[in-house]
């Protein structure tokens, strides 16, 4: 795997299908599989992302195991693969977060957060995510 800089200045990671960067935190709500999250103010929490604030746009990854509720482990892939969170996507296609929480290949509304989270995964891009994290600041 290599790490490069891209033509304008964005940090670019070319990892194989099999690595990634993982962590387990404890959810702050219901989390489904393939949620962005953002970092909770207590350590080690995390909660479903949104495009709302900016503080729930802050994404630090996508969830790769669900969490019922508040207090549940969840799995995070912060940088790489996150199998298994995509269904009948194409090759190559960016996802970004969703308005409400979610992935969508659609930006986001006006005045709202573009954060792209990442690619469908070259090497299994059917259901495979690859999590390359790029916040774009406000849609105009």
Same mark, same amino acid.
């Given at each position: 795997?290599?790490?490069?800089?891209d @033509?304008? /200045?964005?940090?670019? #990671?070319?990892?194989?299908?099999s690595?990634?960067?993982?962590?387990?935190?404890?959810?702050?709500?219901?989390?489904?599989? /393939? *949620?962005?999250?953002?970092?909770g103010?207590?350590?080690?929490? !995390? /909660?479903?992302?949104?495009?709302?604030? *900016? &503080?729930?746009?802050?994404?630090? /990854? !996508?969830?790769?195991?669900?969490?019922?509720? #508040?207090?549940?482990?969840? *799995?995070?892939?912060?940088? +790489? #693969?996150?199998?298994? $969170?995509?269904? +009948?996507?194409?090759?190559? $296609? &960016?996802?970004?977060?969703?308005? =409400?929480? @979610?992935?969508?290949?659609?930006?986001?509304?006006?005045?709202?957060?573009w954060?792209?989270? =990442?690619?469908?995964?070259?090497?299994?891009?059917?259901?495979?995510?690859?999590?390359?994290?790029?916040?774009?600041?406000?849609?105009?």
């Amino acid at each position: 795997s290599s790490i490069t800089f891209d @033509g304008s /200045g964005q940090l670019q #990671a070319n990892t194989s299908a099999s690595e990634r960067v993982k962590k387990t935190y404890l959810a702050m709500e219901a989390i489904a599989i /393939g *949620d962005p999250v953002y970092p909770g103010s207590t350590a080690g929490r !995390v /909660g479903k992302a949104d495009t709302d604030t *900016d &503080a729930h746009a802050h994404v630090i /990854g !996508v969830a790769v195991t669900a969490a019922a509720s #508040a207090g549940d482990p969840v *799995d995070v892939v912060l940088l +790489g #693969a996150a199998p298994g $969170v995509l269904s +009948g996507a194409s090759p190559n $296609v &960016a996802y970004y977060l969703k308005d =409400g929480g @979610g992935l969508t290949t659609s930006l986001p509304a006006s005045t709202k957060r573009w954060i792209q989270i =990442g690619y469908s995964n070259a090497d299994d891009y059917v259901t495979d995510l690859t999590v390359q994290i790029i916040d774009r600041g406000r849609k105009p």
